[in-house]
């Protein structure tokens, strides 16, 4: 899927500091960071809007997300735990409204040893 | 509330056989639904997606879905299966009540067998 790329594609990590990035070549507005623990469903952990946090759900302060522009979509991780392992999907879709499709990137797998 | 339940976690079916996948939905809106296919180690990608109009949706790959207003459901069903098909498919919901965020059944293991 290069539409909308993620980088790295895995990540081992004892308790450090790291950051995921994410780029879409969509020209969508929105974009998500989704967390996805082992035989689980995603879960939304940050969304933007037009380089505007809309939603901040209930996450560890250690995740910093961050928004430089449009298209590009970071998460900062700081002093990592073992909990945090796990594939962190970057979505976007053109806008918030209901009927906007989300696109999902492939993921970064990351591993807290 | 929103919530959508997928009452099998995992299906196992022979390949050439038919399949339906289950999807229960709560919505106090409007629903939006989708189907979702997760293949080992990728990212999810749409299926189908059901707003309105015909109840029957067809999607990529053969799948189709049923929307089901009195039964709130949207089961999944494609014809024959092929063992490329086996995934995990998650049914969402998102609704257009002012909450955006989308809601993720728990996921189907889907695995096609010779």
């Known amino acids: 899927n290069t539409k909308i790329t993620q980088s790295p594609r895995y990540l081992i990590l004892g308790r450090a500091n790291k950051s995921l990035e994410c780029e879409q070549h969509?020209?969508?507005?929105?974009m998500y960071w989704y967390k996805q623990s082992a035989e689980k469903p995603p879960e939304l952990m940050f969304l933007?809007?037009?380089?505007?946090?809309?939603r901040n759900e209930t996450v560890p302060s250690r995740f910093i997300p961050e928004c430089p522009d449009s298209s590009k979509l970071l998460l900062h991780i700081s002093a990592v735990d073992p909990e945090d392992s796990a594939v962190y999907f970057c979505?976007?879709?053109?806008?918030?409204?209901?009927?906007?499709?989300?696109?999902f990137g492939s993921g970064t797998r990351l591993l807290v040893i | 509330a929103q919530s959508v339940t997928q009452p099998d976690a995992r299906v196992t079916v022979s390949e050439g056989a038919s399949l339906q996948l289950r999807c229960k939905y709560s919505?106090?809106?409007?629903?939006?639904l989708f189907w979702y296919v997760q293949y080992p180690r990728q990212g999810l990608q749409l299926l189908l997606k059901?707003?309105?109009?015909?109840?029957v949706v067809q999607g990529v790959n053969g799948f189709e879905a049923e929307f089901s207003k009195s039964n709130s459901s949207f089961h999944l069903r494609k014809a024959s299966v092929h063992w490329s098909d086996s995934a995990v498919y998650f049914c969402?919901?998102?609704?257009?009540?002012?909450?955006?965020?989308?809601?993720f059944g728990a996921g189907t293991r889907l695995k096609v067998i010779a």
């Open positions: 933007y809007n037009l380089k505007q946090l809309i």
């Open positions: 969509l020209g969508h507005n929105a």
């Open positions: 979505a976007s879709s053109h806008g918030t409204d209901a009927n906007s499709d989300y696109t």
């Open positions: 059901y707003y309105s109009g015909d109840p």
């Open positions: 969402v919901l998102r609704s257009n009540t002012g909450n955006y965020k989308y809601v």
């Open positions: 919505s106090s809106g409007t629903p939006y």
